[in-house]
């Protein structure tokens, strides 16, 4: 997937350019745009009908203004036409990854994904955040929180490469290491 990430970098770089050069804009607001627009392009038969020679470049772009359920901005619909202009809706999600890579870089901070037993309520995702942040040392923007019924118990996050798993599962691999070692 080295190629779709060569295809997208320039897209997510411009992007950003565009963004912060504009007075007023709000990144996040933008991260949320990409990354809905993203998320529709992933969908394999939106992809599909972009490939379809018979599909004309505006009937592609209705289809995923159409599907946004939010009013897009100008600078969103410009970035979309452009993608969809040059064959690029496959690469959209890849770009939503490295836009929202560069947003965090500049806010000093990292994207962490939860992994947990058992649902989180609001109230428990708020203090996990502030342990995380603490444990890691720099702000973390939860982005997600998936429910890992395997970890039996406890949470396993991932922050860019680094993971803190304090699951029951990790624990007995543990133990059952140190026992057979």
Known sequence: MA????????????????STATPGTDLNGTVAWVEEMAAIAANP???QLA???????????????????????????????????N????ALPEVATQFRALVNQR??????????????????????DAALEKRFGRKLSVSSVQVDESLIGGIRVVVGDEV?????????EQMKAALTA
């Open 3 to 18: 190629e779709l990430a060569t295809i997208a970098r320039p897209y997510a770089e411009a992007l950003f350019k565009a």
């Open 45 to 47: 038969q939106l992809r």
């Open 51 to 85: 490939e379809n020679p018979k599909v004309t470049s505006d009937q592609v772009f209705d289809v995923i203004a159409g599907v946004v359920r939010n009013l897009l901005p100008d600078a969103a619909r410009n970035f979309l036409r452009v993608i969809i202009d």
């Open 87 to 90: 064959g690029r809706v496959d």
């Open 107 to 128: 806010n000093g901070s990292s994207d962490a994904v939860v992994y947990s037993a058992f649902p989180l309520d609001a109230t428990a995702l708020a203090g996990l």
């Open 164 to 172: 803190l798993d304090t699951s029951v599962k990790a624990r007995l």
